[in-house]
């Protein structure tokens, strides 16, 4: 299919949407003339000033996707100058007076030249401000008049003042930036901050804790810097460069992307892996997300998977100190010709994991569906795991994107199904209507219910899952959650709500039980003790389990703290007897 080329426009604004609308529908064609086409309208609009924010974001947007999603190499270094002189563009905006406040939505933020704040956690808040000091600043005003802040500065700022708490305990109108400015001296007021708390004597979840209790919001100037948005994307080794239609939906098959062999793993040294972590903190932190595994990676344990289309993956866990109580954690992210464009996060215990996968707003047109898949042959590949679900608010549980974007459209045709038996039938009827009608949409309304549950997918070799009516699985019931209540309860019941006692009745009982000699344990394995004995201490025949049951458990508790999480995570896939206690324990009923 052809193109009319626009012939050359004046710099106005009505102009340049029109070009834009033109850019936007060819930018994910790949005919033999939309190379050309694409090249005249960047040439037009490079000559655009930009009065209108709207569109200066969307051309900043269609930049991206064509940097993800290249024609030709030319095409490739035109839009990288683009994108590197983009900052002066957003100053030519900020000069005119222009409202800024488009750039600070989640899909829109992180452009070179805007400014930015959120309120981090103490991990992500040390990085950053050792990352680039000059940039990074709190953002006073909009501290000060915050009650509750005053309250968390009246019982924390005193450890490292001193005498503070002779205005703080019993005074008004405290002059807290003057006591601050006293202490700090000439130091970065962030930097004096942050450097006291890595001081403070408690564990590093601890320290996090006090930290994140003062809501300290923190402002950071993005500038020309390489982590915006804008710039933050690498030149691969070797381009992939687009000559035919992209990939589709309808032309993925989860089965058959299943079924083909493993990705090959590459392990990434201490180096390399340091600066995957740097690299996911720098993608979610311009995006205003923050995730437990994208803060808290462990450098030691990435993985690199090249897929093939220009998709490289790169995967890690936990440390040891931080992972979760029971279950194992892998988070990863995806370069598309070295532009970052989502993030995953994956959690399971035995042979269930659940999935969540984010596809930035900007290259969502390009190939979501078969890079989706291929970040399930790598998890699959990584975990072993044959159950995958889908959360709730990743198909519109209190997610209106995700509504107006029909993502339960989106999984249910890659072979998902809901978790409960009324949604199954629900989709049933719905999928009646689609077939009986094409211009028939799913209204809102249903689309809510559609995402009162998990979705589900079963990994079976060699067989078709129905599409509306499979069997249940085990695992459609169960829930951490579930569990949760159920320790709760026995600790309100019979320890009076006391946590302590209920965590050292446990550990003794799990100790006695299978007969374990902790003495040589380390704090971390004697950690994943206490945790799992919350849950063993619910199973009352445990001390009759044989001797090889008993072994394979104690190798379940020590493998949670090894410096690889998943081969503990395949451990519990391989005792029946504690996979099927778990889904008793943690199933509704």
């Known amino acids: 299919m052809g193109y009319t080329i626009a012939p050359p426009m004046p710099r106005t604004p009505d102009n340049s949407d029109e070009i834009l609308k033109q850019l936007e529908d060819v930018k994910s064609r790949f005919d033999s003339g939309s190379a050309a086409v694409i090249n005249k309208l960047l ?46 563009r957003i100053s ?73 708490e002779e205005d ?42 006090v930290y994140d209790s003062l809501r300290l919001p923190i402002r950071w100037k993005l500038e020309n810097l390489k982590l915006s948005r804008t710039r933050n994307w690498t030149r691969p080794h070797r381009l992939y460069l687009h000559d035919a239609p992209l990939i589709q939906r309808s032309d993925v098959s989860l089965a058959r992307e299943l079924a083909r062999p493993a990705p090959r793993f590459e392990k990434l040294s201490a180096v390399p892996g340091e600066s995957v972590m740097h690299a996911i903190r ?7 997300r923050e995730l437990y595994g994208t803060t808290l990676g462990d450098p030691q344990s990435v993985v ?73 042959r790598c998890l699959h590949a990584l975990t072993a795991a044959k159950s995958i679900s889908i959360y709730p608010y990743q198909i519109g549980q209190n997610n209106d994107e995700a509504i107006d974007s029909g993502a339960f459209w989106f999984y249910r045709k890659l072979g998902f199904r809901s978790g409960r038996a009324d949604l199954r039938k629900l989709c049933k009827r719905e999928e009646k209507r689609i077939a009986a009608n094409q211009r028939y949409r799913t209204p809102a309304r249903l689309l809510r219910r559609l995402a009162e549950a998990h979705m589900f997918y079963d990994i079976r070799p060699r067989a078709e899952i129905s599409p509306a009516f499979a069997p249940e699985g085990p695992w459609e019931t169960f829930s951490i959650y579930n569990l949760g209540l159920l320790i709760n309860r026995r600790m309100s019941r019979d320890f009076n709500g006391d946590s302590q006692e209920i965590r050292k009745a446990s550990t003794n009982a799990t100790i006695r039980a299978l ?7 380390s704090c971390t394995q004697m950690q994943s003790l206490e945790n799992w ?29 090894a410096l690889n999480e998943m081969p503990y995570l395949r451990h519990t896939q391989h005792h029946p007897r504690l996979r099927a206690e778990l889904l008793r324990l943690g199933s509704t009923r």
């Open 533 to 561: 004995s919350l849950i063993l201490a619910q199973i009352p025949a445990l001390s009759s389990w044989t001797p090889a049951e008993k072994d394979q458990l104690i190798k379940i508790i020590r493998a949670k703290s």
């Open 168 to 209: 703080s305990a019993v005074e008004a109108n405290i002059r807290w930036r003057s006591w601050l400015d006293s202490a700090r001296g000439r130091e970065n007021p962030l930097l004096w901050l942050i450097g006291r708390f890595e001081q403070l004597p408690l564990p590093a979840g601890q320290r996090a804790e």
């Open 92 to 164: 030519k905006l900020r000069a005119s007076q222009a409202n800024m406040s488009a750039f600070d939505d989640f899909d829109t933020s992180g452009i070179a030249g805007t400014t930015m704040q959120d309120t981090l956690s103490f991990d992500l808040a040390q990085w950053f401000v050792r990352r680039l000091p000059r940039n990074v600043e709190i953002a006073w005003d909009d501290y000060w008049e915050d009650d509750q802040s005053e309250r968390a500065r009246g019982s924390i700022w005193p450890r490292f003042i001193p005498l503070l």
């Open 515 to 521: 007969g374990i000699d902790a003495s040589r344990w």
């Open 304 to 376: 690199r998977a090249d897929l093939g289309r220009g998709v490289v993956m790169h995967f890690w866990g936990l440390p040891p100190d931080r992972r979760l109580p029971l279950r194992a954690y892998l988070a990863g992210y995806t370069l598309k010709n070295g532009v970052p464009i989502n993030y995953i996060e994956a959690i399971g215990l035995c042979e269930w994991i659940e999935v969540g996968f984010n596809t930035f707003y900007t290259y969502r047109q390009g190939e979501t569906a078969w890079i989706y898949a291929q970040a399930l």
């Open 43 to 88: 040439s037009q609009l490079s000559k655009v000033e930009f009065t209108d924010p709207q569109h200066l974001i969307r051309f900043h947007e269609c930049l991206l996707f064509l940097r993800a999603f290249p024609h030709t190499p030319s095409l490739v270094s035109r839009v990288e100058r683009l994108l590197n002189n983009f900052h002066q």
């Open 282 to 288: 720098e993608i979610m932190v311009v995006r205003y």
